[in-house]
T-cell receptor, first 114, second 113 residues
Framework: DGGITQSPKYLFRKEGQNVTLSCEQN?????MYWYRQDPGQGLRLIYY???????QKGDIAEGYSVSREKKESFPLTVTSAQKNPTAFYLC?????????????FGQGTRLTVV | DQQVKQNSPSLSVQEGRISILNCDYT??????FLWYKKYPAEGPTFLIS?????DKNEDGRFTVFLNKSAKHLSLHIVPSQPGDSAVYFC????????????FGKGTRLSVIA
């Protein structure tokens, strides 16, 4: 069954710690994305990648880092520089580029700072 | 600067009636529009889309209308069912270069039995 798998579903982070959210897809999609959802804020783009070993900053990239070493994997690291990391994080992918196409989403990771 | 706007944070509709969700956009370069449905603690699921060369697209109970001159689109759900209760996001793409989907802030639809 093809899809996008995000793990873990829930993640707790202490102040000052870096954490990495996993995103894996077996849809053979070229492009992958990370969005953040906050209450009343909709989905805001953090980073995206159109091909392996290449990625671009989105609207709210500060305090985050990504890598794209394999086509199927696009992990997101939330660093200690991110001042308000508590949010629901969504990974998505699109086939063959980014224009005019439906994005498929994972089930999300809820990150909470404790 | 919000390029995709959903000005109604919430909407309540009785079961069996029509639900109309609205979305406005400011970027005239957008040429593809989508609606997603989202339940709490889950990822959004694609509902329906429309290209800028059309003004209407229909899929079962869901119809999306696009008014390019007004930079406005709407999602109609007829008849509304309790299972339709969710947050609906409007999204757009096109813009300059290869830009990812831009989402609105969402409208929470409650269908009352």
């Amino acid at each position: 069954d093809g899809g996008i798998t995000q793990s873990p579903k829930y993640l707790f982070r202490k102040e000052g710690q870096n954490v990495t959210l996993s995103c894996e897809q077996n849809l053979n999609h070229d492009a992958m994305y990370w969005y953040r959802q906050d209450p009343g804020q909709g989905l805001r783009l953090i980073y995206y990648s159109q091909i392996v070993n290449d990625f671009q900053k989105g609207d709210i990239a500060e305090g985050y880092s990504v890598s794209r070493e394999k086509k199927e994997s696009f992990p997101l690291t939330v660093t200690s520089a991110q001042k308000n990391p508590t949010a629901f994080y969504l990974c998505a992918s699109t086939p063959g580029g980014v224009r005019n196409t439906e994005a498929f989403f994972g089930q999300g990771t809820r990150l909470t700072v404790v | 600067d919000q390029q995709v706007k959903q000005n109604s944070p919430s909407l309540s509709v009785q079961e069996g009636r029509i639900s109309i969700l609205n979305c406005d956009y400011t970027n005239s370069m957008f040429d593809y529009f989508l609606w997603y449905k989202k339940y709490p603690a889950e990822g959004p699921t694609f509902l329906i889309s429309i290209s800028s060369i059309k003004d209407k697209n229909e899929d079962g109970r869901f119809t999306v209308f696009l008014n390019k001159s007004a930079k406005h689109l709407s999602l109609h759900i007829v008849p509304s069912q309790p299972g339709d209760s969710a947050v609906y996001f409007c999204a757009a793409s096109g813009g300059s270069g290869n830009t990812p989907l831009v989402f609105g802030k969402g409208t929470r639809l409650s269908v009352i039995a």
